[in-house]
Each structure stands twice: as C-alpha cells, then as structure tokens.
C-alpha cells in the first residue's frame, strides 16, 4: 500500500519588517547596479573623448605648421606685388619682363591656410565634447571650429577674384612655355628689393600684344588682391594662428593630465 506525503505547506505570514528589508535591499541593489552602469558608460565615453583630443592635437599641430608656411607665402607674394609695383614706378616694368613674369606667377597662386576640421567636427557630432572635463577647452574647441566657416567665406572671396582679374591676363597676356616653367618651386628668389631668377630666360621674352596693354589696370588688380589679403590676414587668418595655438597648448596639457599624450 502506497503512502502519500503532502507537503508541507506554511500557513503563516512574513512578518512586515522581512518585506521591508526585502524592499529596501532590491532597491539598494537595483541602485548600485545603475550607478555602476553609469559609472561605466561614462568612463567610455570619457575614454572616446580623450581618443578624439588626441585626433584634435595631431590635427591642431598640423594646422599650426601650416599657418606659418602659407602666411610665409602670402607675404612672399605680397613682396611681388610690390616689386613689380616700384618697377613700374620707377618706368623699368617693360625692362624687367623676366621679373614681371616670375612675380605674377607667384601673385596667381591660391595660397590659403587649411583648418583640418575632421576631428572637430567629430567630437562634436558625437556629443563626445560634453565627456570633457574642462569646461574653458570645450568653449575654445568651440570657437575654433566655428572660425573654420569665416576663413572658408575669405578663401572663396580671393580666389574668386583671382579667377575673374588674374587669370584672363596669364592666359592673355604671358607666353605659355617658360610661364609654366617659371611656375615652377624654388626658380626665382628675393633678395630685398629685388627678384633674380635662376632658370634660363629666353631671347626676346615679352607679354603678349604689349601695344594694348593696360598698365595702370594691371597695377590697379594687383593692389586690390594685396588689400584684400591684407584684410583677410588681419581679421581671419592671424587671430585663427593664434586661436590654434592657444587651443593646441591646452589640449596638450588636458592630455598629459589624463595620460594620454601620444607624442
């Protein structure tokens, strides 16, 4: 004969204070856990900030080199300007064909500091900036990017302007082989006053159709091409040098401070 054993089952309740701790402990560990959570996330998202500084410092220290070999150019060619400016001045233009054609070669070169902006635009998009742990680098990185919009508007004014007064007058007026030669790196220098060129020179250079040639309108567009980088450097391009190299100084030390310079 088979026994059968009934469980057994309690009939008598927990008493209040047992629920209360239950409650209080499910709370407490539901707590830790989304404090742990957050705690994580934000040691990612800090961790992928400090990735995108370091992007921004190795863009930032290219930027910096560059601002100082385009501005070397820009007044190189403002120095071409003024010298074909005295030549003419002083009556020798048509005697100095040579230099006429090595300094307007110089003069029609698009030459503009480039802002790399891809990191700047990524930590911004990502909303990786606000894992910044300093509140003056995020504003600086701010403002920087933001620059990168007025000095594209200046780039656009002077090249624009470049290929409606500059370039007729290469393709109308210069002889087309030793132009592009003389357009070439490193074939002329400047010593002080004057221009030397150090390629041959062929006989009997000249600009094309001198007879209607208009002197005064060809000094008149170089002068406003000059005025114009003139006010581009002043407003645009030197006050963005020194933005990049305040900002490249304290995303350096933000890096060090977290050990993540990479130099």
């Known amino acids: 004969m088979e026994v059968h054993h009934h469980p057994h089952v309690p009939h008598h309740t927990k008493p209040w204070k047992e629920y209360i701790i239950e409650g209080i402990m499910i709370f407490v560990a539901v707590t830790l856990g989304y404090g742990a959570e957050n705690i994580r996330e934000h040691f990612v998202e800090k961790n992928k900030a400090i990735v995108n500084l370091q992007n921004i410092y190795k863009d930032l220290k290219d930027d910096s080199i560059n601002f100082v070999i385009q501005t070397q150019s820009r007044n190189k060619q403002d120095s071409c300007t003024d010298i ?9 233009i048509e005697q100095s064909i040579p230099t006429l054609y090595a300094a307007h070669s110089y003069i029609a070169l698009r030459i503009m500091p480039i802002m790399n902006t891809m990191a700047l635009d990524q930590i911004k998009s990502s909303g990786a900036i606000n894992f910044i742990e300093d509140d003056r680098l995020k504003q600086e990185i701010q403002y920087y990017a933001n620059s990168a919009i007025g000095l594209k508007t200046r780039e656009l004014r002077e090249f624009n302007f470049i290929d409606k007064n500059i370039d007729p007058l290469t393709m109308s007026r210069f002889e087309h082989t030793f132009y592009q030669k003389i357009s070439e790196y490193d074939n002329f220098e400047i010593k002080g006053d004057e221009l ?33 980088r003139k006010s581009t450097d002043s407003k645009y391009t030197l006050p963005i040098q020194t933005q990049c190299n305040k900002l490249l100084g304290h ?11 990479t130099d």
């Open 196 to 228: 030397l060129v150090t390629i041959k020179i062929p006989e009997g250079l000249k600009i094309i159709n001198k007879s209607t040639f208009d002197w005064d309108n060809y000094l008149s567009v170089l002068s406003m091409l000059k005025t114009i």
């Open 84 to 92: 074909i400016s005295r030549l003419y001045d002083q009556k020798k």
């Open 251 to 261: 995303v350096r030390n933000y890096l060090i401070e977290n050990n993540a310079l």
